[in-house]
């Protein structure tokens, strides 16, 4: 079966001579150069090939499913016909010279060049899309051209089914935290104005960068079920997703959530002396720390920290004896956070 992949000389030649190098030893093999990267040479070839590559001394890093990309609950596979959605949540005829949202497939994952090289065509690069796509928004005529380009593999628009998250799928009634994402953000008062007409509660606004530059805007909202193909289908929202409010799950967030903690220095009001009427002072609880190792590991009674020291009911080395401290220091810390006494 034929695979892409990138293959790299071992040793550091320079750029030059270990593109050249690369480019010869496939060719000897048989193996088809489809592009130079900038960290590798771009194949296509058998496991067969690539384990000969290897054995004259390349690294070959396997590219599986270059033709596969992940969006939403959708799969597309761009060697054949792109997956059927619900004609409510396609882009209309009417819409497709103006749809501003874009996908864009590339023969491997995307890279600093190949995103400034299509920026400089006049489209603006948002975000990754699975692991060789990318988001992208500007006139369709000109998010076509792209398709000149060496490294673009297929380009599709960014259909409104494309948007909704799994999450949002068959809900009915009133969704309490509909998060909205919104690109560019100097688009979202035309989706506030939709809102509107749909009586919908804004509960707040935020704004978010994009991994590659550009600005979402976010709106959490109040929404009728009903009403989320309709705000699908708007040009330029990125994304329609269920977002609960986050529920307190430990001790000091519910503590925070009831306005007993307010990061001063002063004791928690009242929660010490709760915790003792319900008889909650640690004693005789012991807790298993397994990580990096802890300060002076089996030592730590004798010579260990002292926020530890004394602390320790027992210790297991799974190093055979390697490691007789903790080098990495996250383990204690984590010990100290666990069952420290704050001595220090």
């Known amino acids: 079966m034929t695979t892409k992949a990138v293959m790299t000389r071992r040793g550091g030649a320079p750029l030059e001579v270990a593109a050249a190098m690369e480019a010869s030893e496939a060719g000897d093999l048989g193996i088809a150069v489809e592009s130079r990267l900038p960290y590798g040479t771009l194949i296509s070839g058998s496991d067969s090939q690539y384990s000969e590559l290897e054995s004259r001394g390349f690294r070959v890093k396997v590219l599986p499913d270059t033709n596969v990309m992940e969006i939403g609950t959708y799969q597309i596979d761009t060697e054949s016909e792109p997956p059927k959605v619900p004609a409510r949540l396609d882009v209309a005829k009417t819409q497709e010279a103006s749809w501003p949202h874009h996908l864009v497939q590339l023969t491997a994952p995307p890279n600093e060049e190949w995103v400034r090289t299509m920026e400089e065509q006049g489209v603006d690069v948002v975000e990754p899309i699975s692991s060789y796509g990318l988001f992208v928004a500007g006139d369709a005529e000109r998010v076509q051209a792209l398709q000149n380009l060496p490294f673009v593999e297929w380009i599709g628009p960014f259909k409104p089914a494309y948007r909704v998250a799994k999450n949002v799928e068959g809900l009915k009634g009133l969704i309490q935290y509909l998060s909205i994402g919104v690109y560019p953000s100097s688009a ?111 030592s730590n009674n004798v010579n260990g920290h002292t926020d530890l020291r004394g602390r320790q009911a027992a210790f297991v080395d799974y190093t055979a004896g390697a490691a007789l401290t903790d080098t990495n220091g996250h383990g204690t810390n984590v010990a100290g956070i666990a069952v420290g006494n704050a001595a220090t």
């Open 188 to 298: 979202v008062e035309n989706v506030k104005a939709a809102l509107a007409n749909l009586q919908a509660t804004i509960v707040r606004e935020e704004r978010m960068a994009a991994p590659y530059g550009g600005e979402f805007a976010v709106l959490i909202t109040e929404v009728d079920a009903k009403h989320t193909t309709t705000l699908a289908s708007l040009p330029n929202v990125r994304w329609l997703e269920s977002q609960p409010p986050m529920e307190p799950v430990g001790e000091r967030e519910t503590q925070i959530v009831a306005e007993n903690l307010d990061g001063t220095a002063s004791p928690v009001t009242g929660y010490q002396a709760w915790l003792a009427g319900v008889s909650l002072s640690g004693t005789g609880v012991t807790v298993a720390i397994c990580d990096t190792g802890i300060d002076s590991n089996a």
